[in-house]
């Protein structure tokens, strides 16, 4: 089978899949969230390996199912708890290090809790924004999903079709100005046309639009660009190859490791 029909495989079947998920919310929508934790996370520290770094995937495994749990039941937690948990996550991965007798524990340290920072804290507020969804009968979450997928098309098609001058050659050679331009105003309308037509649930006021433009146009491509890094820094294109010819999951989640915090953040400040 061809790279193509295995692209559009993962496509016909993936998206759907993903829609249907974030209809169901609850712990349909959080086992979903948690694997892409887990998986995202297993390849973020497959990569450094390539490296020569060795990160504590057990403790890595631990503090996913935590901050899964965390953000499911984060209504009723204290902040007093978060900090306990995230202040004995870092005690445990410095003591256990100091016994592991491997090369380079610095790195190993500094992977392992940055590994967990990076991934699992940041994607598992896609399952705090499901939560708000839930409570709040909105479809901010939908809204996310819709949003980023349509910038990385736009980028994709300006940028192959249009695009000449490239925006950071250093770390993505095939990303152009043209494209993430594109991006950016296809995010715009894209949440316009949601907004007008009452799908998201609240009805937003223009700054509002224009952040969450912002945080899917513009955080959300620079995602991309911090997981393009990490690839270029060991040499590799994809960070897995579990979803055929689309690459690993952290190919397919790096957008939504920026922007989905940030929504997380704008509905806790303006709600």
């Avoid at 790279?3 to 829609?19: H, M």
């Avoid at 901010?140 to 001058?165: E, H, P, R």
């Avoid at 715009?188 to 609240?202: A, D, E, K, V």
Wanted: charged share 15%; hydrophobic share 50%.
């Amino acid at each position: 089978m061809s790279i193509k029909s295995n692209r559009s495989i993962v496509i016909l079947l993936g998206i759907p899949g993903i829609l249907l998920l974030t209809w169901l919310g609850g712990i349909a929508f959080g086992i979903f969230v948690l694997l892409v934790m887990i998986l995202a996370l297993a390849e973020f520290y497959a990569i450094t390996k390539l490296k020569g770094y060795y990160p504590q995937q057990w403790i890595g495994l631990i503090a996913v199912l935590l901050i899964a749990y965390l953000f499911y039941f984060a209504p009723k937690l204290e902040l007093f708890y978060i900090f306990v948990i995230c202040s004995v996550m870092v005690m445990f991965t410095l003591f256990y290090e100091m016994f592991r007798n491997k090369p380079n524990p610095t790195e190993n340290f500094g992977i392992t809790l940055g590994g967990i920072f990076y991934l699992p804290l940041l994607l598992g507020t896609l399952i705090g924004i499901r939560n708000f969804d839930t409570e709040h009968t909105t479809n901010f979450t939908f809204a996310l999903f819709i949003g980023v997928w349509i910038c990385d098309s736009a980028a994709f098609i300006a940028g192959k079709y249009l695009g000449k001058k490239k925006i950071y050659p250093r770390i993505s050679p095939n990303k152009t100005v043209v494209g993430s331009v594109a991006g950016l105003v296809f995010a715009f309308l894209t949440y316009i046309i949601m907004n007008r037509i009452g799908f998201i649930g609240f009805n937003l006021d223009t700054a509002q639009i224009i952040l969450l433009s912002l945080i899917t146009g513009i955080f959300g491509q620079a995602g991309d660009f911090a997981e393009s890094l990490f690839k270029r820094d060991a040499k590799i294109k994809d960070s897995g190859s579990l979803l055929l010819g689309h690459g690993g999951v952290l190919d397919r989640f790096d957008s939504l490791s920026i922007a989905s915090p940030l929504v997380f953040i704008f509905l806790n400040y303006y709600y």
